[in-house]
């Protein structure tokens, strides 16, 4: 089946630094790809998304391109700020045989420090 | 535009008694889903309506866990009885169809002692 695979967190960053949280995945046909982030307290909130290969989604300073060849969606950002302080998911949602439920990873505890 | 709306937000109930989760969709939207996080998990569907037909529902554990959609917009899960293992969050989703965008609720925060 298909499935999402994140690294592993807790990330620690000092404040303006470059993040990278590497998303790969596994699936059977041509999924959409998405990152949520989850604020402490809160639900979980649509961060940017790419629907077909070469695609970039780019939300907030935060970018991700759909890489086919390697299959993955690697989640980065310039320079981090200690509010962007949360948890990353990384998602695929394939619609073949009419299931459409989002695929997550198990979420990247990301940390920065002022 | 108000977004996914849940109650209640947490919940704390002993073993075997019952417990239902409230969800109301973003308006117009006609796919709605159930989801379940456990701590330090991604969230795993439970099951998904169009309208008020459940689509895909292969994840509910059905013995203890129902659900329901009246009239397409609102929607009820419920478990009886609860166990300690289903402590976790319950999420809502929706998307305006099939394949859209899913945008999610602050979630049901369920301790069962």
């Known amino acids: 089946g298909d499935s999402v695979t994140q690294m592993e967190g807790p990330v620690t960053l000092s404040e303006e630094a470059f993040l990278t949280i590497n998303c790969t995945y596994t699936?059977?046909?041509?999924?959409?790809l998405f990152w949520y982030v989850q604020y402490p307290g809160e639900g979980l909130q649509l961060l940017l998304k790419?629907?077909?290969?070469?695609d970039k989604g780019s939300n907030k300073g935060f970018e991700a391109t759909y890489r086919k060849e390697t299959t993955s969606f690697h989640l980065e950002k310039g320079s981090v700020q200690v509010s962007d302080s949360a948890v990353y998911f990384c998602?695929?949602?394939?619609?073949?045989?009419?299931?459409?439920?989002?695929?997550f990873g198990k979420g990247t505890h990301l940390i920065i420090q002022p | 535009e108000a977004g996914v709306v849940q109650s209640p937000r947490y919940k704390i109930i002993e073993k075997k008694q019952p417990v239902a989760f409230w969800c109301n969709p973003i308006?117009?939207?006609?796919?709605l889903y159930w989801y379940l996080q456990n701590l330090g998990q991604g969230p795993e569907l439970l099951i998904r309506?169009?309208?008020?037909?459940?689509?895909?529902d292969s994840q509910l554990p059905k013995d203890r866990f129902s659900a329901e959609r009246l009239k397409g917009v609102d929607s009820t899960l419920k478990i009886q009885p609860a166990e300690l293992g289903d402590s976790a969050v319950y999420l809502c989703?929706?998307?305006?169809?099939?394949?859209?965008?899913?945008?999610f609720g602050p979630g049901t925060r369920l301790l069962v002692l």
């Open positions: 989703a929706s998307s305006p169809n099939t394949g859209e965008t899913q945008y």
């Open positions: 699936a059977t046909g041509y999924p959409s």
């Open positions: 790419a629907t077909k290969a070469d």
């Open positions: 998602a695929l949602v394939y619609s073949g045989g009419g299931a459409d439920g989002l695929t």
């Open positions: 308006s117009g939207h006609n796919t």
């Open positions: 309506y169009e309208n008020e037909e459940a689509v895909d």
